[in-house]
């Protein structure tokens, strides 16, 4: 029986059936040697009026997979993309068994695409504050490698890209149910752009749209010249270098390629398909927060701010200057001595543009409800509602008796990681309340409505391991924000909640939330990973009923490219550069990439939990 590295999740009761691909795990980076849970694998858990519909040919990862294959150039450990086998399916029994004749009797009671982080970058702004990637250290806990990326100029073919993909799978890929609907739960811009949020909409709207607000050729930091700066070693550029001057690190160490026509190809509008079905959205910390920690106005987000819409890009920070003196000095500087500290700082001049003014959450709200696009709904989940008190929360109707809840885990005082406000957990339970016939109280006892029972999907931005930001507003001395354990708590009142959706950390993550009293049924929570990092993947998410008072909820990860599509000469297009986005993006030095990708229990999944009400 095979055993697996497991996140620190605690134990999980799981079995083992088959073998997965041990070729498979090692070139993804995946076998380790460590204790973990058991797993059991099905590599056909579909049956009768679903055998059919089991696999929609040659476009999830049941039926193939990516992983990194042949080294580009000998010496240098880049790594083209490659074909691997598919993914099985794990079942996972953490908190109920799986019937024997389960197959048979299953209907689908809902099927939806899951997409989260996708980081749509302006690469050409001076907001980006790409110039950070070259030096140690982090801002707000946030590294200050993210600050820059490889593939930063192709987050929209990306997104185009996972838009076409899901619209050819159609339907859930075990129940062949058709998609109800996509989501989105946040980090949808990357740096709190306006021209970035209008980018995103537009992809999933099947606009035409570009990347560079500015429009034109790109203009930042990985079309510089060697002669240009100290930065030139520290970001890969794809263009080949002229006259025999020296290459970047990233291709002389690393082996990045050298594409002739880059610039020029990532530079052009691509005309999106748009997705075919209506799709609602979330709210991240990269939504509200400058480079995702920092809060409008303090310290390094005026010197963003003040940067955003103008016509100079830093290339590196003052003279003589280190990163944690360089943020003193943005933290107590006023306004003069800011434009002056800026002044100091090496600059490219590039083309300015006004649509590089960052937005608000009611900015993001009033977004949403003006562009509905040819498939809805109105406001993509949000309401005038939101609009007028300034919140990002909703709740909508995801397939008849499956309600949908939509959180703004963000915490506007600073910080990546999340939490939930006092007022918002007030409105989350009302609506449990609405869609329960009993739960419990706070104090434990059972409490009868007469309502309706309808199972509950929870989205939001932040993950259960990442619930804990309590930071205070300015001000204050205590905050009233709710963290992991307390919300935890709420949701085990209400046996309904079966399910909770999310994002953030930018990895692939299934836990299981078992009852700690006894008295309820446990809670599945799924962590999906981003666009922007590898594996630059997203999911279908299908919840049936077994028949049996059990409940399967089937999770299938998506890649949104094909490794043929790249392109190593001649003229690159749309999809190619999509596709290079991924190769780029599992060769870049600062990834982790056993720990983005995940383990077989938290990729193609069948998760089994007791139906809460007949």
């Known amino acids: 029986m095979p055993k697996f590295k497991s996140d620190a999740v605690g134990s999980s009761r799981l079995s083992t059936a088959a073998r997965i691909s041990r070729r498979s795990l090692l070139k993804a980076g995946l076998l380790v040697g460590s204790s973990a849970p058991f797993i059991s694998v099905c590599n056909c858990c579909v049956s009768g009026a679903f055998a059919a519909e089991s696999v929609t040919n040659g476009v999830t990862t049941l039926d193939r997979s990516i992983s990194p294959g042949e080294y580009h150039t000998k010496g240098k450990p880049y790594r083209v993309l490659a074909r691997e086998a598919g993914w099985p399916i794990v079942v996972r029994e953490d908190l109920m068994a799986a019937g024997a004749d389960r197959e048979g009797r299953r209907r689908a009671l809902v099927s939806f695409a899951h997409l989260t982080d996708l980081h749509v970058i302006d690469a050409a702004s001076p907001s980006h504050a790409s110039f950070l990637r070259q030096y140690r250290g982090s801002i707000a806990g946030a590294p200050l490698s993210n600050a820059s990326r490889p593939q930063d100029t192709l987050t929209v073919h990306v997104l185009d890209a996972m838009v076409r993909r899901i619209n050819a799978i159609g339907k859930g890929p075990v129940s062949g149910r058709p998609f109800d609907f996509a989501i989105s739960t946040g980090d949808n811009a990357d740096s709190r752009s306006t021209h970035e949020l209008e980018a995103v909409i537009d992809v999933l709207n099947g606009k035409k749209t570009t990347f560079n607000a500015a429009g034109g050729l790109y203009m930042g930091l990985q079309d510089m010249t060697p002669g240009e700066g100290d930065a030139y070693d520290a970001f890969w550029h794809p263009e080949p270098v002229k006259g025999g001057q020296k290459e970047d690190l990233w291709k002389r160490a690393y082996g990045y390629p050298s594409l002739e026509g880059f610039i020029e190809a990532v530079s052009a509008p691509i005309q999106t398909q748009g997705l075919a079905l ?129 959180l703004d885990s963000t915490n506007p005082n600073g910080g990546a990681d999340g939490s939930l406000d006092p007022a918002q957990a007030a409105w989350l339970t009302k609506q449990l309340e609405s869609v329960h016939s009993r739960y419990l109280t706070e104090k434990g006892s059972s409490a009868e409505t007469g309502r309706r029972d309808q199972l509950v999907v929870l989205f939001c931005h932040h993950n259960s391991r990442t619930f804990d930001n309590l930071t205070k507003a300015h001000g204050e001395t ?41 008295r ?32 399967s909820i089937f999770a299938v990860m998506i890649d949104h490219s094909d490794p043929e599509a790249i392109k190593r000469t001649g003229l690159q297009n749309r999809a190619s550069l999509a596709a290079l986005s991924l190769e780029a993006a599992v060769n870049d030095p600062a990834l982790d990439r056993p720990y983005r990708l995940g383990l077989p229990e938290d990729l193609n999944v069948e998760l089994l939990i007791r139906k809460p009400f007949a």
């Open 520 to 551: 309820g049924h446990g809670l599945w929570e799924i962590n999906t990973a981003s666009h922007i990092d590898y594996p630059q993947q997203a999911r279908t998410i299908e919840i049936v009923d077994n028949g049996d008072e059990t409940l």
């Open 278 to 406: 209506r799709w609602y959205s979330g709210f991240g910390n990269h939504d509200i927060l400058d480079e995702g920690v920092i809060p409008a106005g303090v310290g390094a987000a005026r010197l963003l701010e003040a940067l955003a819409t103008g016509n100079r890009l830093p290339t590196g920070l003052p003279k003589g200057m280190d990163v944690q003196s360089f943020l003193g000095e943005l933290m107590t500087a006023d306004d003069r001595a800011l434009m002056a500290l800026i002044d100091t700082m090496p600059m490219r001049t590039i083309t300015p543009s006004s649509k590089r003014k960052p937005f608000t959450r009611a900015d993001f709200v009033r977004l949403h409800l003006e562009q509905e696009g040819p498939k809805g709904p109105a406001g993509h989940g949000f309401s005038q509602a939101n609009l007028a008190q300034q919140t990002a929360y909703y709740r909508f109707q995801m397939a008849d008796g499956v309600v949908g809840i939509m």
């Open 478 to 518: 205590k905050s009233d924000r709710i963290g992991s354990d307390d919300f935890l708590a709420l949701l085990a009142r209400f046996p309904n909640v079966v399910l909770w959706v999310n994002g953030h950390t930018h990895c692939n993550r299934v836990w299981s939330h078992p009852a700690k009293d006894g």
